[in-house]
């Protein structure tokens, strides 16, 4: 099976838009760098070392220091897929972060957002 394009596409070249898309709607960089820390246990510092470095999205999943187990929680559809019917685990994981930035945008609660009880 033919790998995705989105899998060798630097983290930071789609970063940018999911700031714009939060931030169009009133939220801020700081939540989005939330959501992404909560996803994948990496800190500030480190996602920020991967954003520099231009990290592709396969290994920046692969290498999360801590892929949070509540990412499971997340349901429901983005680009016309459920999320939780992706069975491929990259493209799972991508689409669990754009779906998380798409909750951000529509101005959900960062606790919902972060699955939090």
């Known amino acids: 099976m033919a790998k995705h394009r989105i899998y060798t596409t630097s983290v930071a070249s789609v970063y940018p838009l999911y700031v714009a898309k939060g931030e169009k709607k009133g939220r801020t960089k700081a939540e989005v760098d939330q959501i992404i820390r909560w996803l994948t ?15 592709d999205f396969e290994t920046f999943f692969a290498q999360a220091p801590a ?3 509540s990412r499971s929680l997340i349901k429901g559809v983005i680009c016309g897929v459920r999320v939780e019917d992706v069975e491929e685990p990259t493209m799972r994981e991508i689409r669990y972060l754009d779906k998380l930035i798409d909750e951000l945008a529509k101005g959900k609660a960062i606790d919902k957002i972060l699955r939090k009880p």
């Open 41 to 55: 246990g990496y800190d500030q510092k480190q996602l920020e070392t991967e954003l520099e470095r231009r990290t």
């Open 67 to 69: 892929p949070n187990p």
